[in-house]
């Protein structure tokens, strides 16, 4: 497999994500879904609508989320449709954007994985399909269970209907959220579940997905968490690809190699939980490569 491109700006003004998806030269056309974090009530760091603006005007989308899998015993507001969209109005998108839950109605969108590592299918919210392009917009940042947020997780818990994520967090056990919780699970199995995942979405668009990893506000906390540490690194910069290993990857090398003195802390929380081995699984699964070339576009 050739070197994926991926464009890099230590810019990090909302018109920059203009100039990334300009200098990548992808046309996303038809029928546009922006897949991003609507942020959990209480959440101090998701990305804000004023910041994403100019971009989803830009492909003409609809912000696309979710439901979750779990509930208010575990801090969680948006595991229905009614709180969801609640949420989605206190944090700025209604009122900016046209918004569609995915998976409001059942029943899910069933994508068949034939060459899935740990699940061979995978449950997405069914208003995925009237969909003919993908922009994915992800918060490069920790997580509690995951390592790390970026490309991947976005296109799998975040695509994965409220059924859907009890099935990857699960390992293929149970698509009930009162039971996939208490299922003991191994971690490099679960992750390898999210790489399976990943890949039936990003093969559903093929050509016509596009991804920008936002390196900001970077915390070692998900924007799924109701109480979230604040961010231990300054801001890096943003990046865009047509290849969500490519993009993490390189997401992660720029981590990891920072001089930043809370670098080690983010970096621990990657590591605790077995984060890259998302990357391998993915790469492993052939839907994209680990070997980038990083465009500055700054420099050009």
């Not at 991003?36 to 989803?56: A, C, D, M, T, W």
């Not at 899998?69 to 595991?79: C, E, P, T, W």
Request: proline fraction near 3%; glycine fraction near 10%; include cysteine.
């Amino acid at each position: 497999m050739e070197k994926a491109k991926v464009y890099f700006t230590k810019d990090t003004g909302s018109k920059s994500l203009v100039r990334l998806y300009e200098a990548l030269g992808k046309e996303l056309k038809g029928n546009v879904a922006v897949k991003l974090h609507s942020g959990e009530r209480g959440n101090q760091n998701y990305l804000r609508p004023e910041f994403v603006k100019p971009i989803i005007d830009k492909v003409n989308g609809t912000v696309v989320e979710c439901n979750t899998a779990y509930g208010h015993d575990m801090g969680g507001a948006r595991f229905n449709t009614t709180t969801h969209m609640e949420v989605m109005k206190e944090h700025g998108w209604t009122e900016n954007f046209d918004v569609d839950i995915l998976d409001s109605e059942g029943p899910d969108l069933t994508l068949e994985i034939p060459n899935g590592k740990v699940i061979k299918e995978n449950y997405v919210g069914k208003d995925l399909d009237k969909y003919n392009s993908l922009l994915v917009l992800s918060h490069f940042k920790g997580h509690p269970m995951g390592g790390f947020g970026g490309a991947l997780k976005q296109l799998s818990i975040g695509c994965a209907s409220s059924a859907g994520k009890c099935w990857i967090h699960s390992t293929g056990k149970s698509a009930d959220m009162k039971t996939c919780w208490t299922i003991p699970v191994e971690q490099d199995e679960f992750l390898e579940a999210m790489a399976d995942a990943a890949g039936s979405v990003h093969e559903m668009f093929k050509d016509n997905v596009v991804y920008i990893n936002s390196l900001v506000n970077l915390s070692v906390d998900c924007d799924c968490c109701y109480v979230a540490e604040d961010p231990c690194m300054k801001d890096i910069g943003i990046m865009i690809s047509t290849d969500p290993v490519a993009i993490d990857q390189a997401c992660l090398d720029m981590v990891y190699s920072s001089k930043d003195p809370g670098r080690d802390h983010l970096v621990e929380r990657i590591e605790s939980r077995h984060g890259r081995h998302t990357v391998d699984a993915a790469a492993g699964l052939g839907y994209g490569t680990k070997e980038y070339e990083l465009i500055d576009i700054d420099e050009q």
